[in-house]
Nanobody, 123 residues
């Protein structure tokens, strides 16, 4: 069964950190570019960060640049999103997605999507 499963979400205070994981099963993640996206209540889904299949290039939305870091561990078929200095506006459901031919900076070209993990930043 082909699937992506996110984990690591939760409740954290402003300024805190979380590390999200995106684990793939049923396919080899190293063949795919990965994107992290988020959707807050009442808002459209937005792209957060992207990494190429080789891990050689990464991209970030301006809103998270300098605070979030995307990385991949192909041996574990897993991609991570380290989130530091979290703000209340980072509250959202976070999704990972995998695609062979993606358009970085958009949600286009992804073949598989996870079910999402909730991140809540609140005091």
């Amino acid at each position: 069964q082909v699937q992506l499963v996110e984990s690591g979400g939760g409740l954290v205070q402003p300024g805190g950190s979380l590390r999200l994981s995106c684990a793939a099963s049923g396919f080899t993640l190293e063949d795919y570019a990965i994107g992290w996206f988020r959707q807050a209540p009442g808002k459209e889904r937005e792209g957060v960060s992207w990494v190429t299949s080789s891990g050689g290039a990464t991209y970030y939305a301006d809103s998270v640049k300098g605070r979030f870091t995307i990385s991949r561990e192909n041996a574990k078929n897993t991609v991570y999103l380290q989130m530091n200095s979290l703000k209340p506006e980072d509250t959202a459901v976070y999704y990972c997605a995998a695609g062979v031919t993606v358009i970085f900076g958009t949600h286009l070209g992804y073949d598989y999507w996870g079910q999402g993990t909730q991140v809540t930043v609140s005091s």
